[in-house]
């Protein structure tokens, strides 16, 4: 590859990922999304009623969400990118290739988004009276521009899991809509408002006092909640049933991993509860009553957390071998390279480990393999630890393992290298296993010398 | 090919476009980048005067600095998107080097945001809090966000050096010492042109009408410019590569209009009067373009001969795999239309290649394994041992866990093999004639030699069950009559059963009988 390797240590590269894009995806469906159409809808109601309680109630939330927005969401939105820019940066260099056009707009969408946001912030006291009617426009419109962004990002999220006919006729636009985009656009949104909805009867139950205002605003949340929360349990259906059942069957133990997944009753136990919590919170809230709407209102935002990660690990899963489907391992290595490498060698292939130097070392070409092919899931030491998965194999089962993974394991990418490195790979990684090649954490594989 | 490629899909739009695009996206984000930095920088200063003056109650101009920090810091991350996508996109290698060789620190950057985003913004709005506990935070969050800039600065360094970058792989994380100093004056220049921005910034903002502090601010534009010129000479003596004249020119420019600048504002503030927005604003464009525009060409005369290298190098590469691309278009195909939710799929996929086809351990790769794969057509078991063996594997072999697959799927594969292997079965009796001779031998061959792996219930000793691996438990796990023989007779090669070939046949035949009648 064309990139030097780097893995973090102990927790892993998804992990890294994964940590920072759910926390960005909570806010900006949440937040961004959710609470600001929120407090939209909240200013429109004050200025239609004339209601002091409305209008305060959408002007006080607005500032700490704004700092959250600004603060955290749109920081950590730019993370996605920069985190895989450092450990996928071959799989974020294709896809900015690809959808070069949608993050172009994307670019100047989230601009103006922020300019929107800003300008809404700073004019609350000063549009009033006549110009109240355009600062109501302004909130609404910074919803629009929110739903605009998901619908950007959607197209580039489907397509890594749905690439359709992408790997054949390489067109933008069979890349853009793929099948999983509509249905996601969906999910998204109807986790978005719910949530957002969610958020905001929370804000509203501990916050607020005046019992005839607490009531009238729960049920209107109450309702929002409820609606969206069967447009986010039919689009779920709908997402699951365009995705190509190959990865599909992998979805409850993507969610259960090797410790659960003897037991997939915990999946659909927690899942239906989860889902009723949800849904009892929306009906309470509907029937306006307070006390056990603010008992229901943290668990419903814990929930719907669970649910995001839960989306977003089943999504980023069970894409299993692939990075881009088609065109991408999930080790970045392209799928006519890997063949290429299996007849002339990846090492021989590999700028970064000919700079090396010892090149002759069977442990330096064992690191470097193992960089390479698997250390995009599999880290030493850290979670996923290669070494878990291959205590008690003989070396030879390793090599045995090794030349199969791709059919042995459906979402586990083949190995891309001659015979002789398969061999390498396989010794390396048994006494890696046995304790023989001491190995602690490492970050970079390359300029690994031999020590046995 | 051992040299360095770029990525071998096209670019979206043709090569000088992407350059000018990137110049000036990069102008724009990096104009609100340093009213940003400066911005934070003041107000610390800001605060720090007032209480040193032990004026903190009357006066808020910090905070009034402080509160355009939202603004500034919002506007400059989303500009910042369109340069970093341009340059992903342009300088695919060289960015991407850099943003690597520096991973941890490059993805700091993003807690180093959160930290000091919150901390401003909060600092800005919250008045009354203790002047420690201000000072406290206000320099945590200026610490994180100075930071931010001495990254960005490095990855820049790194990507503009592509022949340093096998010694930063080699040497850690870190520049050679060459280096280290131009990042460091490189670094600081940025502070010190933040320093004069947010300056100028401030002085037609939150100055705006009180002589007092628009004097201050003419005297912080004056530092901020005298500092931007000894730091400027210190960069440019320690460019890597010295500057070809076009470059020289574009730079005195910009030095010519900072040295413009100063000198309006020293007659200014000699005058006592204010400076005209009309002249100092055409004045920073002239200052910040030019000097942006130095630090651009330097990066492409370093830069542009490597990336014409890298593409043609992809050229070469393209060619060599484009005789692979129809086969992994195909194996993709077929690997959609494998759907691993039935027993005959995963048995297929994931037993066949060691235990074969018709599951008697032949498979292809049966050949590679010391321990040969079981013939797993000739056991006969419970399907609770299957699953326990499919779950954990067998320690000392090949044979690794599949609990990846879930209940299910397991339960799935477990009924394949049934049906077609009658793993589950009844275990038929053996049919050789056994002597009761030969069977009182075997008895006693039995608990003198094999119970001691083995056990006399059949079920293996404590000890034995720590071999590599360990024996079979014959009350739930058997094989066939006549692959049991086999394996009395041969033993199993690779583990800890031996050969009992020297024993007469009939006494093997009743050792068969013996490890079969353990069965429940």
């Known amino acids: 590859m064309e990139f030097p390797i780097f893995q973090v240590p102990y927790l892993g590269n998804g992990m890294t990922i994964a940590l920072n894009a759910v926390l960005h995806i909570i806010i900006v469906q949440g937040i961004t999304t959710g609470v600001i159409t929120m407090i939209a809808l909240a200013e429109y109601i004050g200025f239609k009623k004339s209601s002091e309680h409305w209008e305060n109630f959408a002007k006080q939330l607005l500032k700490p969400t704004l700092i959250i927005i600004t603060g955290v969401g749109s920081v950590t939105g730019v993370g996605i990118w920069f985190i895989t820019s450092a450990l996928s940066p071959r799989g974020i260099g294709l896809m900015l290739r690809i959808f070069f056009w949608p993050w172009f707009v994307e670019w100047l969408v989230f601009a103006v988004e922020v300019i929107v946001i800003l300008l809404y912030y700073f004019t609350w006291e000063k549009w009033s009276g006549l110009k109240k009617k355009q600062h109501i426009y302004l909130g609404f419109g910074y919803s629009l521009l929110a739903i605009i962004s998901a619908v950007l990002i959607t197209g580039i999220l489907g397509f890594m899991l749905t690439s359709d006919g992408w790997p054949w006729n390489r067109s933008f636009w069979s890349a853009f809509f793929n099948p999983s985009f509509i249905p996601q656009l969906f999910l998204r949104l109807g986790i978005a408002f719910g949530l957002g909805s969610v958020f905001t009867s929370a804000y509203l139950l501990f916050t607020r006092q005046d019992p005839m205002f607490r009531k009238e605003a729960l049920r209107l949340f109450g309702k929002v909640a409820l609606v969206f929360l069967l447009i986010g349990l039919l689009s779920t259906w709908w997402y699951f049933s365009v995705v190509p059942s190959r990865f599909k069957t992998h979805a409850v133990f993507s969610v259960l991993t090797s410790h659960f997944s003897q037991h997939p009753e915990f999946f659909w136990f927690l899942n239906i509860f989860g889902a009723l919590i949800l849904a009892l919170f929306s009906f309470t809230a509907l029937t306006r009553s307070v006390s056990i709407s603010r008992l229901l209102v943290i668990p419903a935002i814990l929930f719907y957390c669970c649910f995001i990660t839960e989306y977003e690990r089943v999504r980023e899963f069970i894409r299993g071998p692939f990075l881009l489907p088609g065109y991408l391992y999930s080790n970045q290595v392209q799928l006519d390279e890997s063949l290429f490498w299996k007849e002339n060698g990846a090492l021989k292939n590999s700028y970064w480990y000919s700079q090396a130097g010892n090149s002759a070392d069977t442990t330096a070409q064992g690191a470097y393999l193992f960089a390479q092919n698997c250390s995009s899931c599999h880290t030493i030491d850290g979670l996923n630890d290669i070494k878990d998965r291959l205590r008690g194999r003989t070396e030879d089962g390793i090599y045995v393992i090794l030349g199969n993974t791709h059919q042995m394991v459906p979402f586990m990418p083949p190995f891309s290298g001659t015979e002789a490195e398969r061999r390498v790979l396989s010794t390396f990684l048994y006494r890696l296993t046995s304790g023989e090649i001491k190995l602690k954490a490492p970050s970079r594989f390359m300029f690994q010398k031999g020590k046995s | ?520």
């Open chain 2, 1 to 520: 090919m051992n040299k360095l490629i770029d990525l071998l899909l096209q670019k979206p739009l043709p090569d000088p476009l992407l350059h000018d695009l990137l110049f000036v996206a990069f102008v724009l984000h990096m104009l609100f980048v340093l009213f940003t930095l400066g911005t934070a920088m003041l107000a610390f200063y800001l605060f720090l005067e007032t209480w040193h003056k032990g004026k903190l109650q009357e006066s808020t101009w910090d905070k009034e600095v402080l509160r355009t920090f939202t603004i500034h810091k919002s506007l400059a991350v989303v500009l910042g998107v369109a340069p970093l996508l341009l340059i992903q996109v342009g300088l695919t290698v060289p960015f991407f080097t850099g943003v690597t060789l520096f991973a941890p620190y490059w993805m700091l950057i993003i807690l180093l945001l959160i930290i000091s985003f919150l901390l401003f913004d909060s600092l800005a709005h919250r008045i009354n809090i203790r002047p420690y506990l201000h000072l406290f935070l206000g320099m945590i969050a200026l610490v994180a966000l100075l930071a931010v800039p001495a990254i960005f600065v490095l990855v820049l360094v790194t990507a503009e050096s592509p022949d340093q970058w096998t010694n930063i792989v080699k040497n850690g994380y870190h520049l050679d010492s060459a280096l280290t100093l131009h990042w460091l004056f490189r670094y600081l220049h940025v502070l010190g042109a933040a320093l004069v921005a947010g300056g100028v910034f401030h002085f037609f903002f939150t100055a705006k009408g009180d002589p007092e502090k628009k004097t201050k601010m003419l005297h912080w534009i004056v530092a901020g410019i005298l500092e931007q010129f000894v730091l400027g000479v210190l960069v440019f003596a320690t460019l890597p590569k010295k500057p070809d004249y076009d470059i020289i020119i574009v730079m005195i420019v910009g030095v010519a209009s900072a040295a413009f600048l100063l000198w309006s504002v020293f007659k200014a503030l000699s005058k006592n009067i204010s400076p005209k927005a009309k002249l100092i604003y055409p004045l920073v464009v002239l200052i910040v373009v030019p000097m942006l525009l130095t630090r651009q060409l330097i990066q492409d005369k370093s830069l542009l001969p490597l990336k014409k290298e890298l593409e043609s190098n992809a050229a070469v590469y393209e060619k060599s795999l484009s005789i692979y691309s129809q086969a992994a278009l195909d194996n993709y195909k077929n690997d959609l239309n494998t759907v691993y939710d039935n027993g005959k799929t995963i048995f297929e996929k994931s037993c066949v290649f060691c235990h074969g086809e018709n599951a008697d351990g032949k498979g292809n790769e049966a050949v590679n394994l010391s321990i040969p794969p079981e013939a797993i057509a000739s056991v006969r078991t419970t399907s609770e041992t299957l699953r326990q063996i499919l779950i954990k594997g067998v320690n000392g072999t090949a044979m690794p866990y599949f609990g990846y697959y879930e209940k299910g799927k397991l339960n799935r594969l477990i009924d394949f093999l049934n049906n077609r292997f009658d793993l589950l079965g009844k275990l038929p009796p053996v049919q050789f004639d056994i002597s009761s001779a030969d069977q009182e031998k075997a008895n006693q061959i039995f608990s003198e030699n094999c119970a001691a792996c083995h056990g006399k219930d059949g079920r293996g000793t404590p000890e034995a069950k720590k071999f590599q691996p360990p024996p079979p438990d014959f009350t739930v796990y058997n094989l066939l009559p006549e692959r049991a023989f086999e394996v009395i007779s041969n033993g199993y090669p690779g583990t800890m059963m031996v050969s009992f070939a020297n024993l007469p046949e009939g006494v093997r035949w009743g050792l068969v009988k013996i490890v079969n009648d353990k069965k429940r």
